[in-house]
């Protein structure tokens, strides 16, 4: 589905990619896990055509997308749901939503309100409250129904459970793993490596811009390696 070939891409003279290759098969969830600074969002920045690939390329259902404009690639089915949630505060919630399907003809838009609402039933509680007014895990979870309004293909999340209590991490990854039985490929941005790896299907190891590893997410989660520089010693 997605083929990244030794993609490297540069902040001016600063190289933050260095080589990546990776793919995503159609069904999947693959978890990317990386400390601070290791490439993650420059990474799903850079598949969204949001930074220009220097070398390298990437495909999409095997059309080569590394030259398209943002809205382009948005158009083939990859959306992503940004890190820090990036709602409309000053929008309603069901306004959020349907931003998300701006593409999308009303019929469709209809449909898909109702899919997301069965998903996350608060927000059809507070369709009309301003998305300000929703507590941190309600505005991730609007985030996370706006990117499904545009019927994505590849659904790629960036750090999903930065600055949500523990019994809210829970929540998010079991929806991620919920969304994927409905068909939904993902793609997974995190840094809670044990959360991501516990849902993922396989795994990759970003550091410094570069793929140092690549694994099942079950072997991941029983690398010793791995253990020590990312799971803070919890038990797979």
């Known amino acids: 589905m997605l083929e990244l070939f030794d993609v490297h891409t540069s902040y001016g003279k600063i190289e933050a990619l260095k080589g990546v290759s990776l793919e995503v098969r159609e069904g999947e969830i693959v978890a990317l896990i990386g400390a601070n600074g290791a490439g993650k ?6 598949i969204c055509g949001l930074l220009p690939v220097h070398q390298g390329e990437i495909k999409f259902f095997e059309e080569k997308i590394s030259l398209l404009k943002p809205h382009k690639i948005n158009a083939r089915g990859i959306i992503q749901v940004p890190e820090g949630r990036k709602i409309f505060p000053r929008f309603t919630v069901k306004e959020n939503l349907v931003i998300g399907a701006y593409r999308r003809k009303k019929k469709e838009i209809n449909q898909s309100l109702e ?19 929703l507590s941190g895990g309600e505005q991730q979870m609007l985030a996370i129904g ?3 309004m545009a019927n994505p293909k590849l659904l790629m999340f960036d750090e999903p459970s930065m600055g949500l209590a523990p019994v809210l991490v829970e929540k998010i990854f079991q929806i991620i793993k919920e969304i994927n039985q409905q068909g939904t490929t993902i793609l997974l ?6 959360q991501a790896l516990r849902v993922a299907s396989r795994g990759y190891v970003l550091e410094t811009g570069k793929v140092t590893l690549t694994d099942t997410a079950g072997s991941l989660l029983k690398n010793e390696e791995i253990k020590k520089a990312y799971l803070g010693g919890q038990k797979s």
């Open 146 to 148: 706006r990117a499904l």
């Open 41 to 46: 969002t420059t990474l799903l920045k850079t």
């Open 115 to 133: 899919k997301v609402c069965s998903l996350f039933p608060v927000l059809k509680e507070r369709r009309d409250q301003l998305g300000l007014t």
């Open 189 to 194: 941005v995190e840094q809670n490596a044990y």
